[in-house]
């Protein structure tokens, strides 16, 4: 699967056609008594989960058509031309049902699959997702020496939101925090929430002066949409910068983030402390 997943649209595509092309070549060799008509469905089955539907629909067309030619130089003679015609339509209609079929059953999975990698309140990656994107980025700042920097951010006094204004309010204070985050960073950036009031934030490819720049400009910014609402809370922050050789194991680099995060927290909360491998 992941080899097809891989490969260029037009490689399927290509693939499909020369697969095609010999069921008709061997439909053709073994005569009309023998019905290859299900191995079409190879083809078109793999040319719509990995493509899509048009492609999909568009080698239904060809596979009835070259079944037809097939039949007919295979000698078959029919008692009425419009027979052949209308067996041929038969197949390909059955062709584009499997097709619709198929395609619907990629899509619900793909959209279950997007459901199962965000939080359903926030929309943004949950920790499951997250951890797999910083892996990649941290195999990557590794693999080419490129800087990277995690922040885990906690909601200072948040149980406090949900026991005088009720959970509703909570999960809204959530949303804010989230929106307001994603407005002061990159669209190649990433926040996610990893549970609660927790949150993490991934700059790939920044330094750390410039870490401290946007995030200095995330917590302000927090503080002022909280104050905007009148919710009494605060936001701890620990930064981990790393390049190279030093960003090893993602793990690592979480652990050491959270450990700055509570340090925040255990010398007056709402501050951002950094560090740097």
């Not at 439909?27 to 290859?36: A, M, P, Q, R």
């Not at 400009?217 to 910068?241: D, E």
């Amino acid at each position: 699967m992941d080899f097809f997943i891989e490969k260029p649209k037009y490689i399927i595509v290509i693939l499909s056609t020369i697969i095609t092309v010999l069921l008709g070549i061997i439909d053709h060799l073994t005569g009309y008594e023998v019905s290859f008509s299900i191995f079409y469905l190879i083809p078109i089955i793999m040319v719509a989960w990995f493509t899509g539907r048009f492609y999909g629909i568009a080698f239904s067309f060809l596979s009835a058509a070259i079944w037809l030619l097939a039949d007919f130089s295979s000698g078959h003679r029919y008692v009425h031309y419009a027979i052949p015609m209308w067996n041929s339509i038969m197949r390909m209609g059955f062709f584009v049902i499997i097709v619709f079929f198929i395609t619907t059953i990629r899509r619900l999975l793909q959209e279950e699959k997007e459901l199962a990698r965000k939080d359903p309140l926030t929309g943004v990656p949950n920790s499951r997702y997250f951890y797999e994107i910083f892996g990649r980025e941290v195999e990557r700042a590794s693999r080419y020496d490129h800087p990277v920097v995690l922040a885990y951010m906690d909601i200072d006094d948040f149980k406090k939101i949900n026991d005088m204004f009720g959970h509703s309010v909570g999960d809204a204070l959530l949303s804010v925090a989230v929106n307001t985050i994603r407005e002061n960073i990159r669209i190649t950036d990433t926040v996610a929430r990893l549970g609660g009031d927790e949150f993490v934030i991934l700059l790939p490819e920044t330094g750390n002066e410039q870490a401290k720049t946007v995030l200095d400009k995330v917590h302000n910014c927090l503080l002022y949409a909280m104050r905007q609402n009148n919710w009494p809370v605060t936001f701890s922050i620990g930064v981990i910068a790393c390049g190279g050789a030093q960003c090893k194991k993602a793990d690592d680099l979480i652990r050491l983030a959270d450990n700055k995060m509570y340090f925040a927290k255990n010398n007056g909360k709402n501050m951002v402390v950094y560090g740097i491998l």
